[in-house]
């Protein structure tokens, strides 16, 4: 009886450093999205100009690039945590589809959201 409530203990104590470690990247995760968006909004808005800077669209691609990797790198870090967070799934699917434009991914991703 007594291994039994320190297995559930043990158990509870796995849990809720699984949900601190959970929290604290899902908040990174929150942050580098808005910096993708941001860039991407960067982007479009040079690219707009009447005379549009190549070199500041280099580098604002090169960001976009980097930005959306680690937002997908963190994606599939939460994922692997707890696959059925209904805001982490709702956050990336919207990303994909309103931000990268990859809409077959961002159907898959939002299908698991519905």
């Known amino acids: 009886m007594i291994e039994t409530e ?4 043990e158990s509870k104590a ?3 450093t699984t949900l601190y470690e959970f929290q604290n990247k899902f908040v990174s995760y929150q ?3 808005e910096k993708a968006v941001v860039v991407y909004l960067d982007f479009w808005k040079e690219l707009r100009e009447d005379n549009p800077n190549i070199l500041k669209l280099h580098n ?7 930005q959306t990797e680690q937002v997908h790198k963190e994606f599939k870090e939460l994922y692997k945590i707890n696959s ?4 982490m ?3 990336y699917g919207n990303f994909l589809k309103d931000v990268a434009n990859d809409d ?3 159907y ?5 959201y519905y």
Not at 6 to 9: A, F, H, P, V
Not at 84 to 87: D, P
Not at 108 to 112: G, M, P, S, T, V
């Open 89 to 91: 799934l709702f956050l």
């Open 60 to 66: 604002l691609g090169w960001k976009i690039t980097n």
């Open 31 to 33: 942050k580098n999205i």
């Open 6 to 9: 320190l297995r559930n203990n």
């Open 104 to 106: 077959s991914e961002s």
């Open 84 to 87: 059925n967070n209904v805001k």
């Open 14 to 16: 796995i849990d809720v």
């Open 108 to 112: 898959r991703i939002l299908e698991k």
